[in-house]
C-alpha cells in the first residue's frame, strides 16, 4: 500500500499508475474496525483502485472532549488496511486538507440541517460538508462508500454531491455489527463492562420495533422503543424515531419505506444505530 501525507503527491502517483480506472474512495476518521474494511471491500469489487483516508476532521466535533478522546492508532490502522488490500492511504494533516486553517463550507442541506444529529451536534454537518467537499477534490474518486451506519451522514454526503454536480457514484453500504447486534463502531472501545452491557439493547429494540411495523402505528412503536430502551438506567435517550430514508422527515403511516433512527449516551460515549424498513 501507497501512503501519502500530501494530496500534490497522492495525484500525480494517481495520474501516473491509475490514469483511466475507476477510483474508489472510502473516508475515514481511523481507529479502523471490520465496518470499515466492509467499505474497502466493496470499493476493491467495484474500483479498479482504491483510496482510503484517514483524517480527524477538528470541525465536524462540536464536543472538544470528543476530539481529544478520539482514538489514533495509525500503525494498527496501515496494517489492517494492507491486509485488506487497500491500494492507497491519504492521511494528510489540517493543512493539506484545507490549504491552512479549516475553513467551513455550508450549503442548502433542505431541512437536514435542522433535525437529529444536525440538533445534537450544532455545525457537525457543515463540517461533514467541509471536508468531504476538500478530500473529493483531493482524491477526485469515481466511486464512493459510505456506511449506512451514519445514515443522515449518507443523505447528507449525496446532497453534496449533486449541489457540486459532482461525476461520482455514491454507494451506502450495510452496518457491520458484533456478534451480539451492535453496531461496530470507533467509540465502542470507551464503553465500561457495563455500558457495553446496555448497548446491546439499541440493536434488541432496533429489530423489536422493525417487528411491529404494520401492527401499530410508527407513533405507537417509537414510544415502543422508548420504553424499551429507558429501562436501561445508563442511557439517555436522545432520539428513537421512525422517518422518511429519504428527507428524514415524519411519517403517519407505513405506506412509504421507513429508516428507524436511534441516538442515546451511555453515558460516557454517544452510540447511533439505524434500521432501514
Ligand atoms: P468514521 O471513521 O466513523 O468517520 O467512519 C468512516 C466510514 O465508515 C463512514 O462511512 C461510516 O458510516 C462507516 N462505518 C462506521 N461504522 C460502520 C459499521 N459498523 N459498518 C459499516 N460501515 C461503518
Avoid at 451522514?153 to 451506502?172: A, G, H
Avoid at 445508563?234 to 429508516?259: C, G, N, R
Wanted: hydrophobic letters at 40%.
Amino acid at each position: 500500500m501507497q501512503i501519502f501525507t500530501k494530496k500534490t503527491e497522492l495525484q500525480d502517483y494517481l495520474k501516473k499508475w491509475f490514469a483511466g480506472n475507476t477510483i474508489g474512495f472510502v473516508p475515514t476518521m481511523g481507529a479502523l474496525h471490520a465496518g470499515h474494511l466492509s467499505l474497502i471491500e466493496q470499493s476493491k469489487k467495484k474500483c479498479g483502485v482504491t483510496v482510503c483516508s484517514i483524517f480527524v476532521n477538528p470541525i465536524q466535533f462540536n464536543d472538544p472532549a470528543d476530539l481529544a478522546k478520539y482514538p489514533r492508532p495509525i500503525e494498527h490502522d496501515i496494517e489492517l488496511l494492507e491486509k485488506a488490500g487497500c491500494d492507497i492511504l491519504y492521511n494528510p494533516d489540517v493543512n493539506d486538507v484545507y490549504d491552512g486553517e479549516p475553513s467551513i463550507i455550508q450549503i442548502d442541506l433542505g431541512g437536514l440541517e435542522k433535525v437529529f444529529e444536525s440538533k445534537q451536534r450544532p455545525g457537525h454537518f457543515d463540517g461533514v460538508v467541509s471536508v468531504v467537499k476538500k478530500l473529493f477534490d483531493a482524491v477526485k474518486p469515481t466511486d464512493v462508500f459510505f456506511g449506512q451506519k451514519d445514515y443522515q451522514q449518507t443523505l447528507v454526503v449525496r446532497k453534496m454531491i449533486r449541489y457540486y454536480n459532482m461525476p461520482i457514484k455514491f454507494y451506502t453500504c450495510p452496518i457491520l455489527r458484533e456478534a451480539d447486534g451492535l453496531a461496530m463502531s470507533s467509540r465502542n472501545a470507551r464503553l465500561t463492562a457495563e455500558e457495553r452491557e446496555q448497548a446491546i439493547n439499541i440493536y434488541k429494540a432496533l429489530k423489536e420495533a422493525a417487528l411491529k411495523q404494520g401492527l401499530y402505528t410508527p407513533t405507537q412503536v417509537e414510544e415502543y422503543m422508548y420504553t424499551e430502551l429507558q429501562k436501561n438506567s445508563f442511557m439517555e435517550i436522545e432520539y428513537a424515531s421512525i422517518v422518511d430514508p429519504t428527507d428524514l422527515k415524519p411519517i403517519i403511516d407505513w405506506q412509504h419505506s421507513a429508516v428507524i433512527l436511534v441516538a442515546v449516551k451511555v453515558p460516557s460515549t454517544r452510540l447511533i444505530d439505524n434500521v432501514l424498513l
